[in-house]
Antibody, heavy 118, light 107 residues
Framework: QVQVVQSGSELRKPGASVKVSCKAS????????INWVRQAPGQGLECMGW????????TYAQGFTGRFVLSVDSSVNTAYLQITSLKAEDTAVYFC???????????WGQGTLVTVSS | DIVLTQSPATLSLSPGERATLSCRAS??????LAWYQQKPGQAPRLLIY???NRATGIPATFSGSGSGTDFTLTISSLEPEDFAVYYC?????????FGQGTKLEIK
């Protein structure tokens, strides 16, 4: 069965970096892209970007360029989200999801809470 | 960016009632719309994709309709576990934006 498992919660100080992992299993990893979605506390869902797991090519939504880096290691069926120069407003739950049918999120990770606080 | 506007913001209904949730796009998105359900502390769950196709394992009480700019998610008879927040999402244009959500609460 398809499973997507993310790394655990992170607490960082402003200016630091964090790397969230997203490990998929139960399907051929390179056949589906991985999407990333942010949810700030008490807020809605925000599309951050996606990565082609076959070529490693990322695509970012506006507002998620520069400090946000998507990468993939297909040898271990894992995608990554790195955020540098963290700010308090980066505090959120970050979800990854398998991309189905051109962009739908059909299998989701459990989410990773990133808290940025001094 | 394509803006999705969901209405109402909150919908108060009782178990057994029919729920109708709306999602309007700022421009035509053909049938490139999905619906998700999210419960507190959980990841969203895909319910409907391409406007009217139920995702794997989704009961037939959930149905989606619409095309162009106006879309509807209908829950024919509410079960206690259906009370949650529902989001629509489009994939017609990048970025694949979400609506702001409709909270379905128990009356």
């Amino acid at each position: 069965q398809v499973q997507v498992v993310q790394s655990g919660s992170e607490l960082r100080k402003p200016g630091a970096s964090v790397k969230v992992s997203c490990k998929a299993s139960g399907y051929t990893f390179r056949q589906y892209a991985i999407n990333w979605v942010r949810q700030a506390p008490g807020q809605g869902l925000e599309c951050m970007g996606w990565i082609n797991t076959n070529t490693g090519t990322p695509t970012y939504a506006q507002g998620f360029t520069g400090r946000f880096v998507l990468s993939v290691d297909s040898s271990v069926n894992t995608a990554y989200l790195q955020i540098t120069s963290l700010k308090a407003e980066d505090t959120a739950v970050y979800f990854c999801a398998r991309s189905y049918g051109g962009g739908w999120n059909d299998y989701w990770g459990q989410g990773t809470l990133v808290t940025v606080s001094s | 960016d394509i803006v999705l506007t969901q209405s109402p913001a909150t919908l108060s209904l009782s178990p057994g009632e029919r729920a109708t949730l709306s999602c309007r796009a700022s421009q035509s998105i053909s049938s490139y719309l999905a619906w998700y359900q999210q419960k507190p502390g959980q990841a969203p769950r895909l319910l409907i994709y391409d406007a009217s196709n139920r995702a794997t394992g989704i009961p037939a009480t959930f149905s989606g309709s619409g095309s162009g700019t106006d879309f509807t998610l209908t829950i024919s008879s509410l079960e206690p576990e259906d009370f949650a927040v529902y989001y629509c999402q489009q994939r017609s244009g990048w970025p694949h934006t979400f609506g702001q959500g409709t909270k379905l609460e128990i009356k």
